[in-house]
């Protein structure tokens, strides 16, 4: 693996791995884009050697090649929005057709993941930038394709094997289609559900595993992603209120994607909450009632995309993500000026909002 002098860095480059200090903990994640904060952040931390995947330049290519570093063009933010986009779209048809009552064939779904599996294997610039994209369409059908990206990165980030990603992502794509069956003024309905509509929400779970288990070749761990996806592991979901020992490893991904993306999305009768306020929500709940490893995997993979964003804390000063820590996930590393503030320590200090997300 190549290794470059930190004093040869140049603001572009990205990383290739976790920088850690002595200690353990992580500087500055994976697959961030490096600026001139975070070079000099590592030289004063006093880091020699750094693995660097790409650069901006040809020029960058030339004054590195002694290591014999490969470089590669990120793509362009229109690039990574188009592609989003077109897999919303392409899920939009395949759930009208539910909807109507014929089933599509096990190859059309495939079809429509295929991009997803390439980009969640092997392209980080699309990763990198799909947490800051969001579809202009209806809230089911890129709330479905957010929540299948990020069940096929948590698979990857649980050592699981191709098959497993796969079959993440597809019960992720899939884990609301029962609710093509509810009726429309209670699945957008404009503000809080009463018990009697959320009864009937609550049987999407089940009319989703009904619509699929049908479709020939379609596997059976994609199935109870689908129906166990609203379990939980203390036994206070549902649809049959199983605790963790019954539930399938794929719904236990599934099931923290979904909250994610849920709480991270702006719906008519609630704003989105930022990241950060969600990896709390989830590091309290991850005791409870989400798997604990799954929950601390996650949020210590996913803080790395928000390194370099800038953020407002609640006493009102602006600053920027310098690291995140993988056990504490929650509270990261803010730049203000010239100061450093540690959340971890600073526990008068909250971030108030995301500025750049």
Known sequence: MTKVDVMQLEAGMELLEDVYDDNG??????????NDVHIQYLKRKQIEFVSIRSADTQADLESTSTHMVTYNRLDKPSDVEE?????V???K????????????VYEEIQDILEPMYEAILNDEAFTRKMWQIHSYDDYTFDHSVRV??????????????????????LAGLLHDIGKCN????????PGPLNFEEFKVIKTHATLGYILIK???NINYDVMLGVLQHHERVDGTGYPNGITGNQMSYNAKIVSVADVYCAMTADRVYKPAMHPFEVASFILEKCYSSLDFSMSKTFLSNISHFYIGHRVRLNNGQEGEVIMTYKDDPARP?????????????????????????
Not at 93 to 104: S, T
Not at 148 to 169: E, F, N, P, R
């Open 333 to 357: 590393l803010i730049k203000v000026g010239e100061s450093f503030f540690d959340l971890r320590r600073h526990i008068e200090l909250e971030i108030d909002k995301m500025l750049e997300f």
């Open 89 to 91: 779209h392409k899920f």
């Open 25 to 34: 903990v992580v500087l500055i994640g994976a697959h961030s884009l490096l």
């Open 214 to 216: 049908d479709i020939p």
């Open 148 to 169: 299948s990206m990020i069940s096929g990165l948590l698979a990857k980030w649980c050592k699981l094997d191709v098959k497993g990603i796969k079959d993440a992502a």
């Open 182 to 189: 509810i009726p429309d003024n209670i699945l957008n309905k």
């Open 83 to 87: 592609k989003y986009q077109n897999t």
């Open 93 to 104: 048809g395949i759930y009208n057709e539910f909807k109507l009552g014929r089933v599509p």
